[in-house]
């Protein structure tokens, strides 16, 4: 009797568990034809982690076992803007993928950063112009990780 009690309560704790109704429309709709702009942006390079060092010459070292390592075929971003060029989607990344939300932009002659945040999110992507990198980010930490690299500061890179 107390295994099929318990038995019971199993069964019914896995049927509430999957009756729950999904929470799929958190977020508004996006209109796509307030999106007139497309702009490809080309990716030549990856970052990647590993744990011990690797000794390439195709690697480039951005230290704490982080590299930018080229990828095996050519490929672009594609994303979509707003005619003043404050907002974009994202609409083929093969690379760097992550959420798909309606990003602010931040452009320079450097780098684009598409950003995104709520009260509950921080997430974005970072394009280098003159690397041709593309980096995806959930957090204010990882973001700052890839901004405090060497290669990718301003000042680092004004000298050169």
């Known amino acids: 009797m107390k295994r099929f009690i318990l038995s019971l309560v199993f069964v019914l704790v896995a049927t509430f568990g999957f009756a729950q109704a999904p929470r799929m429309n958190r977020f508004e709709p996006i209109d796509f034809n307030k999106y007139e702009m497309v702009d490809s942006l080309p990716i030549e390079r990856i970052m990647i982690h590993f744990e011990k060092e690797i000794d390439n010459e195709d690697f480039i070292d951005l230290g704490s076992g982080d590299y930018m390592a ?4 050519k490929d672009n971003m594609v994303i979509r803007l707003t005619s003043d060029k404050t907002k974009a989607i994202v609409t083929h990344n093969s690379y760097a993928f992550g ?21 509950n999110i921080y997430c974005g992507y970072i394009y280098d112009k003159k690397y041709k990198v593309c ?15 060497p290669f990718f500061r301003e000042r680092f890179n004004d000298h050169k």
């Open 70 to 73: 080229p990828v095996p075929h």
């Open 99 to 119: 959420r798909h939300f309606e990003f602010n932009v931040k452009d320079n002659e450097k780098r684009i950063v598409l950003w995104y945040q709520d009260k």
């Open 135 to 149: 980096k995806y980010f959930e957090s204010k930490k990882e973001y700052n990780r890839f901004m405090r690299r």
